[in-house]
């Protein structure tokens, strides 16, 4: 009887795989984000983001999506810097993780990885750093030279 030589190597290969696992540390009570935020980590949790939670709460995090009007949901706008500020990252994260109320859906297991929601978090945060309602630029300068030369039209 000849015995595939294929399982023994792809055992010896889950081990070495193995030990690469992070350990899973238990959530912290204090509320802070145990997960080290990355270029990386921040892309995909961007990606998380734009594929599961902005038809409902906005690519910018806003609230004001066709989909919440739709709904009638009741969003809080994520771009001002307030709405989180009495939240702690883990508030956040069992929000996330367990959903809100019978419409904020429960990003489950399945979707996502524990280091994948704390990500989230993160990014939810930036979000408001970066409020959309920027102040407007400077009216342009009314003497603003009309372009010199127009593109010659074949003659
Ligand atoms: C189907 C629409 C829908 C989707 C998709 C959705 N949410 Fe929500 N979300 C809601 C609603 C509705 C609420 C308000 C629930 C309430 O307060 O009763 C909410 C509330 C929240 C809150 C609490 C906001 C606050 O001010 O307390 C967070 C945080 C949140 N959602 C994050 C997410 C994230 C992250 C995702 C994607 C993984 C997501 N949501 C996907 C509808 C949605």
């Not at 270029?39 to 734009?50: D, G, I, M, R, V």
């Not at 906005?58 to 989180?84: I, R, S, V």
């Not at 996502?112 to 750093?129: F, G, I, M, N, P």
């Amino acid at each position: 009887m000849l015995k595939p030589f294929l399982f023994v190597s792809s055992a010896i290969l889950l081990l070495a795989i193995a030990p690469l696992s992070a350990p899973a540390g238990a959530a912290p009570q204090t509320g802070a984000n145990p997960v080290k935020t990355t270029a990386a980590s921040q892309e995909k949790a961007k990606k998380l983001f734009s594929q599961d939670c902005a038809m409902c709460h906005g690519a910018t995090g806003d609230g004001k999506t066709d989909l919440a009007k739709d709904m009638k949901l009741d969003l809080t706008d994520w771009t001002d810097p307030k709405t989180f500020a009495g939240k702690s990252d883990h508030d956040l994260y069992d929000i996330i993780r367990k959903g809100k109320g019978d419409k904020m859906p429960a990003e489950d297991a399945s979707r996502a990885k524990d280091d994948e929601v704390w990500s989230l978090v993160t990014y939810l945060r930036t979000l408001a750093k970066t409020p959309s309602a920027a102040p407007a630029p400077a009216a342009a300068p009314a003497d603003a030279p009309a372009p010199a030369d127009a593109p010659k039209a074949n003659n």
